[in-house]
């Protein structure tokens, strides 16, 4: 199974080198290098700006590169951080061999690297937010004993040239084929170099948002993964939006991840799916329901979304996004296949049903059934997130209800199983908090619930003043009420965020 499981993998480390990426050592780095004639390697890694940075080696001896490989490089955290002073900027960049993939834009063959960031004492960077996540991960498996996985839908829009040709129907895009969506074949694209920078790739298809503005056609699409570790899922998250970016500068179109895009469409959301295992086991479910654990942990994620939104939603566009009937939820509470909540539990096929064999009457033989897909999805975050942040922040909510002597009942009283924008039921919509309405809100909400990302050190205090700071001088408080009917200074201020993060 293992060797079947190398063979279609896309990854060409992984088929070289006969093993998986989270077994890559520094000795299989350099056998790669040397047997496929790799000639530069790139250090990657993202700064503040959550951007993917590149560092470039010319590779020009065998101990060239493995002084590499051995100590990393330094770089200049001032620039990468504003909270890094000049006067001792100096960071160590040191590679996380697992990450290891082979670029598919160089002209010359080159490997890249994500790394990570460690002091003048050879210590890892306690704000950098690789660290963050990975403390928090540390965290929830050594308390909980279970394993957290996640996966993200990425959303964004390809801004390109109208043609007359079989126009789409406005904002009814929602996996349109061809021809009659433009861009399918930018996202195919996408979706092959990222599995083969070693993205897992669930699906792709186009999403809702499709509209013409003067000359320009606006098409929403998604690419959704598979639950992996949390930082596996982070780490292909900024890969992907980095890939997809270069391939819209190759075909001069416009790729933006932007949580709003012009008035009254839908906006771009980066919705997190979660599931809990032990020994190896999905444990979401139990009796044909969700399991007592699962609810334990949205009961922890409803009582601080409120303040992951500072970590998930970190734009003032963000809060535009965040309104009724835009595809967005608005409110703190979760149910089942509902879209209208901010946690929703998608279908899990829970039921063991013979569907294959009804949609197949010729199939005579057995089918096995795959029990382990359920999962939850926080639906608030958008393309602005801080990614590795924000999964720090859902993973430290997770551990909070699964402690929380009070979880189960307020996973009860939270649940919702109706459309809760339905006039019908205004009374049920009208006893539940709001999610914040602008960065303004957002931080100081994460300024009351602060202790909850600081335990155990996760969040060193100084993080947090940093995001507040930054979210509090965007000064957007009351901002959706002042932009009300200025269709203008909206479009100003969307093109002056259409390429967050």
Known sequence: ?????????????????????????????????????????????????????????????????????????????????SYVEAGSSDLYVIPRFRTAFVNPFSEYPTLDILCGFYTNEGLPLESAPEHILRKAIEEFR?????????????????????????????????????????????????????????????????????????????????????????QDAVDQLVVSKWILRMLGDEYGVNISFAPKI???????????????????????????????????????????????????????????????????????????????VLVRVPLGWIAKTSMIKDANPQETGRIPYVPGKQTVELRSGDGSADIYLYMAGIIIAAQHGLEMPSALKIAEKLYMDVNIFDEAHKDKLAK??????????????????????????????????????????FEDKDLSERLFGKDEEIKELVMKYIHCM
Request: glycine letters at 8%.
């Open 1 to 81: 199974m293992k060797e079947l499981e190398i063979r279609l993998n896309p990854n060409p480390l992984v088929q070289f080198l006969k093993k998986p990426a989270s077994e890559f050592t520094r000795q299989d780095i350099i056998y790669f290098i040397e047997e496929n004639e790799i000639e530069m390697i790139n250090f990657r890694y993202v700064g503040e700006d959550g951007k993917l940075k590149s560092l470039n080696f010319v590779l020009n001896s065998k101990q060239h590169l493995e002084d590499l490989l051995s100590t990393g490089e330094r770089v200049d955290g001032s620039s990468l951080f």
């Open 432 to 473: 539940l908090e709001c999610l914040p309405q602008s960065c303004w809100e957002s931080a100081e909400k994460l300024k009351e619930k602060r202790e909850y990302f600081e335990k155990n050190g996760i969040f060193p205090a100084g993080s947090i003043d940093q995001i507040v700071n930054k979210l509090k001088s």
């Open 142 to 230: 050594k308390t909980t004993c279970y394993n957290f996985k996640a996966m993200g839908e990425l959303e964004y829009y390809v801004v390109s040239e109208k043609e007359e040709m079989y126009p789409g129907i406005d904002q009814k895009g929602y996996h349109e084929s061809p021809p009659f969506t433009k861009n399918g074949h930018i996202r195919k694209e996408a979706m092959s170099l990222i599995s083969q920078c070693g993205g897992q790739i669930k699906y792709g298809h186009s999403e809702v948002g499709n509209f013409i503005s003067g000359d320009e056609l606006y098409e929403q699409q998604e690419i959704e993964f598979l639950p992996v570790d949390p």
């Open 262 to 340: 012009t008035v009254g469409k839908a906006g771009s959301g980066l919705h997190i799916h979660m599931l809990l295992e032990k020994d190896g086991e999905n444990i979401m479910v139990e009796g044909g329901g969700l399991s007592s654990e699962a609810k334990k942990m949205i009961a922890g994620i409803l009582e601080l979304a409120s303040p992951l939104t500072a970590f998930g939603n970190t734009i003032p566009t963000s809060y535009l996004r965040l309104v009724p009937h835009q595809e967005a939820p608005t409110n703190i509470c979760w149910g089942d296949r509902n879209r209208s």
